[in-house]
């Protein structure tokens, strides 16, 4: 694999100059390709079978103007790899990998435009997304803290020696683990995003949303806070929330608007997300804005348009 141009550290591109556009849905971009996710591994199942296809998928993103790639491992942990016979040692790979092959893409898109600054997010969604029965928009497992961040805690190990820019700590429906995983942060050496998924002004377990931001308001290794997989219009009124709260910057990728029925394992409704919203975000403190769910390169081109 080629070299590429060291960008600046994650830490300083996020305070200094633009805001930077995140990707959108890596999962809509590999079924955009033809590739079927209707598995509990989701995207993770692919990095051990066409890797390849995560390269091009992000390699997508970088193009229509993302800056930052978030990787493959949203579902990848060692228990959802083990249920498939994938032993340990070869779960870590596979945790691995996500991050090169987040690079990998990052040297292509650096090769077709010298000098452009990219980086790579790693990945780690919450317990509920290793169950893959929707309890990642639910919460409330059933597990304490402690559990929880014995859970978290190996994944995020491993995802922080592949030496990501950051750790994705995405989609967390409730305050327990959002301590959880603000412990297993501890120490790893890699700035992180704390970032929930919401209905309203609450987190999805229900919990008021200025209680769920003050938990990171002075976690060291907390770079940014916010909110993703949630609904366009929930987002806007969590940005200046978490500005206020945390006095951190905010990092902000909802969904398309549609929703996700976990039995029918099917999107319904009309999309509400529009890239008209993004500047309100960044006027509001935010300054890492994406797309999550059914949110493809095209949005985050228009995106990327707007903010710059």
Known sequence: MSSAVTPPPFTDALTDGPALVLD???????????????????SARL??????????????????????????????TFEG?????????????LLALSVELGREAARRAEARNPGRALWVAASAGPYGAMRADGSEYRGRYGLGVDELERFH???????????PDVLALETVPDTDEARALLRA?????????????????????????????ALAADAEEVVA?????????????????????????????????ERWDARAHAWDGRPTFSAGRVKGWRRAGARLIGGCCRVGPETIAEIATRLR
């Open 225 to 257: 806070v916010g909110v993703n997989c949630c609904a366009p219009e929930d987002a806007d009124r969590a940005v200046a929330l978490a500005a206020r709260v945390t006095g951190k910057p905010v990092v902000v990728y909802p969904n398309s608007g």
């Open 47 to 76: 990095l051990a079978e066409r890797p390849e296809a995560i390269v091009e998928a992000h390699r997508a993103y970088y193009a229509a103007g993302a800056d930052v790639v978030i990787t493959s491992s949203y579902q990848a």
């Open 81 to 93: 790899f083990a249920r498939r016979g994938i032993d340990h040692d070869r779960a870590a790979e």
């Open 185 to 213: 942060v501890r120490g790893l050496g890699v700035p992180a995003w704390l970032s929930y998924t919401v209905a309203g002004d609450r987190t999805r377990a229900g919990q008021p949303l200025e209680e769920a931001f």
């Open 24 to 42: 959108g849905g890596l999962s809509n971009q590999l079924e955009a390709a033809g590739y079927d996710l209707s598995d509990d591994l989701w």
């Open 153 to 163: 805690r190996p994944r995020l190990e491993v995802l922080a020696a592949a030496r």
